[in-house]
Structure formats: structure tokens, C-alpha cells
């Protein structure tokens, strides 16, 4: 029966294999929906809010805290910038992604991450170099 097959050692690990595959299926298909691209043609960074700052120039590098990814640009008042104000963004292949707060001191960078946290989980700094992001 189908319940013995299940207590059984086998049938335990064909279910887990099963449910393996259809979670790594299941990623696959998010993550092509989500725009997590694998071509390096369509991972071109292209800053669309340089910085009037200056900290940039000369090679400086700028921190920022990225926090936030979107398949369209949203709006500054979005309820989904969670009320960080003012935030930037930059394009990726085709994907916006918003960012808050620059700095030159990483130290200074960190505790803004630190605060962005409280609202994005996910957040992590980013660096830039004369107006481009450095990977």
C-alpha cells in the first residue's frame, strides 16, 4: 500500500527526492521571473542618478545600502520604499535597484545599513567608483 511505501526507507527517499526537484524547478522558473540574469550581456550597470556629490571623482569609492530590487521604476512615495526618503536607484540589465544613502566612510556606511535593516532584512552595501557600481 501506499502508506507502507511511505514508512519504507525507499519510498522516504524518493518523496524527498521528489520535493527536492520540484523546489529546484520551482527556483528556476522565480528566479527567471524575478530577472536574475546569467548573461553577462544583460548584467550592464548603468547609473542613472550619478552623484553631484564629488565623493566619486578621482576614483573615491561611494557606499551605498541597496535594499530593494524592481522590474519597474516605482514611485518616491511607493508604500513599498517603506518610507526611506531620499532614495536613488540604478539600472540593471532591466531590472531598478533602489538605493540609500552615500558615503565614503565605509564605518559611516555601515550604520546606515544597519538602520536600513530594520525595514529590509536583505539590505547590503554596495560600492560605487566614478559613477558606476563596482562588482
Not at 514508512?7 to 527526492?17: C, I, V
Not at 555601515?110 to 566614478?130: C, M, S
Request: glycine content about 6%.
Amino acid at each position: 500500500t501506499d502508506e507502507q511505501y511511505m514508512k519504507s526507507e525507499s519510498g522516504q527517499e524518493s518523496m524527498a527526492n521528489s520535493v527536492y526537484l520540484a523546489f529546484k524547478e520551482y527556483k528556476r522558473e522565480y528566479d527567471k521571473k524575478s530577472h536574475v540574469f546569467t548573461n553577462p550581456q544583460q548584467r550592464k550597470t548603468t547609473a542613472v542618478n550619478p552623484p553631484d556629490t564629488g565623493i566619486t571623482s578621482g576614483g573615491v569609492s561611494e557606499y551605498r545600502i541597496q535594499f530593494l530590487t524592481a522590474s519597474r521604476k516605482l514611485a518616491n512615495n511607493s508604500p513599498q520604499l517603506k518610507g526611506l526618503n531620499p532614495v536613488d536607484f540604478y539600472i540593471d540589465g532591466t531590472t531598478y535597484k533602489y538605493t540609500y544613502g552615500r558615503s565614503s566612510d565605509l564605518s559611516e556606511a555601515i550604520k546606515t545599513l544597519k538602520t536600513v535593516q530594520g525595514k529590509f532584512k536583505d539590505a547590503f552595501i554596495i560600492e560605487f567608483r566614478d559613477g558606476e557600481r563596482v562588482k
